[in-house]
């Protein structure tokens, strides 16, 4: 209630905070020079891939009142407005999968009202996107942002587990959709025949699944045990939109007899064209709504001003983790403010808004911690070799490259490498001779995470995006079975590290194998808490999910799906409690994700392995290395984990109590 007395005063804090550095927001990332380029390939395949998959499916949905080019012209406008007056530049933005399922209610609900129809849908979807803004407006202003910790690990999983499914429904419907005749298409055609329709379903069958595979197994190339460090780390950054492009190619292998529309692939409109033009104007068309219908908007605006306010903000907090030890000022306040103007002109442009995307920040904050650790490290390994030439002693050693850390880290904490020192130190009391220390084993193990916080990163990304929109040609070479492979890939890739969904596997486990869990790392819960405790949490999770995902079949209360979640804080904070006991909810509903090392457990790095890994640069080993690393402790949504070697003995009995004597 306090904060509601206050208007003004988060986005006021936020302004002023971010204002102070906003000219070292754009001065770093003109001293990283070409280094920023990777980073920013790297992030523009992840934020352009999901956005086309989704204009595809808007397509469907809304039978061609939008399609792939809105939704590259709203991440693009939206994503150079927040890159250059944001408050947090590390935050992705673009259109999500649940502005495409609140877009789809909408149409529903259009096309069924004479007042409305297609005609009037997108303006009437811009008097919804201009009830959403005023509403963003109030949270901002009123700082409604206070609250956003009271969304805890159990909505947030919730959640990501509903968008999961709900991708992978589109994969199915999409791929059973290639064996039957498209809507606007005409019956008679040649390809819509029989026995072509069954060619046509049975390579979606193998373009959906060929790239579903080869896009999971080059998600996860930094773990494979062949080719060089460089090759690897490239074929995990860009192995999806490579397979993209390779699938793709293979699509024009097929015969020559094969009629021209089989495989199918995308339909999207040049953007010169009226369907597209049309969106522009649409501002034109929004007086013709009638006033009980711009009145009604409010409802559908409630629930989208809430979602947005929910997943921007998870996606921003994601993003600057405290794992990141980022240095710069948050600015939750400030961002939702500028995401109702966001909206807002999306919704008078007749464009889906975007707003904040997972994974797509934590992605984008740990891409630049690469960045900026390199840079970091090649300085201060390059300082300690010169001292190592003049036969200095490890002490000056270390000053040397403490100097240089200080130096380059905006907001320099000499106690971060108070490790380091200790490191550099051993070695002399071990009475090795000046010169033995080696820069480049220890600096790995103890160099603090840094992240290279600037603006360029994402507006170039986001003009990448914009100018893609000029390559439609390109983009609609695409086969449609492709797509429904990556809708695919996204659900599957998006379980690991969701507690929820590891303890429903949990459950299916037999008691006699449980102790398996343990000898591999694992979450702490595991150890922490009864297994009956962990079944009572789970199946309740479980039953609110498919209560969640039932209402999402419900034609016209569909548009309803958020409010579950907001009703989740107060079961959470006044139900839950009466269920299980503190510590236990603590352990099943943690802020943070943390994860015990098992028994046998191995660092998937030694420094031996370091050392004779590639015969290739050291400038290569270190990116594969560091990216390796972080990847090691974060989970694909881009939570970082906390990992600790304790092993709880009593607990393993928890886990497997008949076993008391297997060895």
Known sequence: MESIR????????????????????????????????????????????????????LNRDTDGSL????????????????????????????????????????YNFSKGRPDLGSKLYLAWAGWVCVWTALLLFLLAIFNACNIITRFTRIAGELFGLLIAVLFMQQAVKGLI??????????PKLEQNQFQWLYINGLLAVIFCFGLFFTAIKSRRARSWRYGTGWLRGFIADYGV???????????????????EGVPRRLYVPFPWESASLYHWTVIKDMGKVPLSYILAAFLPAVMIAGLYFFDHSVASQMAQQKEF?????????????????????????????????????????????????????KRMVKSAKECIKQQASNSEIYGKMQAVFMEMDTFPTPKELENLKDAVMKVDEGGDAKGKFDPEKHIDAYLPVRVNEQRMSNLLQSLLVGISISSISVIKMIPTSVLWGY????????LPGNQFFERILLLFITPSRRYKVLEGSHASYVELVPFKYIALFTIFQSIYFLMCFGITWIPIAGILFPLPFFLLISIREHVLPKLFQPNHLQELDASEY????????????????????????????EDFYDAEILDEFTTNRGEFKLRTVSFNEDRFFQ????DNARV
């Open 6 to 57: 206050k208007p003004f005063n988060g986005i006021i804090k936020d302004v002023k905070g971010r204002a102070a550095c906003y000219k070292e927001d754009w001065t770093c990332a003109l001293c990283s020079g070409v280094g920023i380029l990777a980073p920013t390939a790297y992030i523009f395949f992840a934020s352009a891939l999901p956005v086309i998959a989704f204009g595809e499916q």
């Open 67 to 106: 399609s792939t080019v809105e939704t590259l012209a709203s991440t693009a406008i939206c994503g150079i407005i927040h890159s250059i007056f944001g408050g947090q530049p590390l935050l992705i933005v673009g259109v999500a999968e649940p502005t495409v399922i609140m877009y789809n209610y909408l």
């Open 177 to 186: 959709s290639e064996f039957s005749v498209p809507k606007a298409e005409d």
């Open 241 to 259: 939109p490579l397979m993209v492009v390779l699938w793709t190619a293979l699509s024009y292998s097929i015969p020559r007899e094969v009629p």
């Open 325 to 377: 030890n980022l240095q710069k000022p948050s600015a939750y306040h400030y961002d939702i403010f500028l995401l109702g103007i966001m909206t807002l002109i999306c919704g008078l442009l007749g464009l889906p808004p975007s707003n904040g995307v997972l994974p797509q920040s934590p992605m984008h904050t740990k891409s630049l911690a690469v960045l900026r650790r390199q840079l970091i490290r």
């Open 487 to 494: 809708f695919a890939y996204m659900a599957i890739d998006s």
């Open 594 to 621: 943390e994860e015990i090392a098992g028994a046998p457990h191995i660092r998937s790095i030694s420094l031996a392995e370091r050392e004779a890994a590639d015969s290739g640069s050291n400038e290569s080993r």
């Open 655 to 658: 886990v497997y109590p008949e």
